[in-house]
């Protein structure tokens, strides 16, 4: 059976799915075999550390959606679902601007999740009061810091500005209220998987599915 992502399929279909190990999307066989009206319940966790609980509804056309909940709840992550390994980290290089938004934001959960959804391929770590985030595939890096002169900068090097997208992010929540990672949904299609801000029409980022 491995580590259940690939559900079993021999029973199928199901009214209930609970996932008791933490993935990044929610696999194609979940979806696949659980009935129309049925539900997927399962903790969700990302590369940068970032956690939400989703419980979602099938419709008949196999695709499905749903909140997440109030609930903090996480297990095991599943072993293909976690991140490459870290390359080393280097201070100080990159192109720098001043930030709107305090690096040390990203010690609040949620604020670390919506962070996560606008760099999915990123990985966060903190040091030295900085808050580095590095892109294993691409090269990509940002160091962000207090400016002593006030304010805070960030410096960024590669193919992906990480903090343009992690501030675009932020800022979006913010202006929404800075709700609780309860505040966004998850629609998941067989083409796509994308996390809604309030509601489907609203501010949204795709999970890499």
């Known amino acids: ?16 799915l609970i996932a008791t190990c933490s993935v990044r999307t929610i696999p194609a066989a979940w ?17 940068m550390g970032g956690v939400a ?14 909140r997440f909940l109030a609930d903090h709840l996480h297990f095991m992550t599943a072993r293909s679902h976690l991140p490459p390994p870290r390359p080393p980290l280097v201070r100080g290089i990159g192109d720098a601007r001043e ?8 010690q609040d959960g949620t604020a670390l999740w919506v962070a996560q959804l606008a760099v999915p391929q990123a990985q966060v770590s903190w040091g030295d009061d900085a808050t ?8 990509s890096r940002a160091e962000a810091l207090s400016d002593p002169a006030g304010g805070w900068t960030v410096h960024q090097h590669g193919p992906i500005k990480l903090w ?5 992010a932020i800022l979006t929540w913010q202006e929404a209220g800075s ?3 309860s505040g966004f949904g ?16 609203g501010p949204s980022w795709n999970l890499p599915a």
Do not use: C, N
């Open 164 to 168: 343009d997208e992690i501030e675009k």
């Open 179 to 181: 709700p609780h990672q």
């Open 53 to 66: 609980f989703a419980h979602l509804t099938m419709a008949g056309d196999s695709t499905a959606s749903g």
């Open 99 to 106: 930030t709107r938004i305090d690096p040390s934001i990203l």
């Open 132 to 139: 580095f985030l590095v892109d294993a595939g691409t090269g």
């Open 31 to 47: 979806a696949q075999q659980v009935r129309a009206g049925g539900t997927i319940t399962a903790p969700m966790w990302g590369w």
């Open 1 to 16: 059976m491995g580590d259940g992502l690939y559900g079993y399929a021999e029973h199928a279909e199901y009214d209930r």
């Open 186 to 201: 998850l629609t998941v299609t067989r083409d796509a998987q994308e996390v809604w801000l309030g509601e489907p029409d």
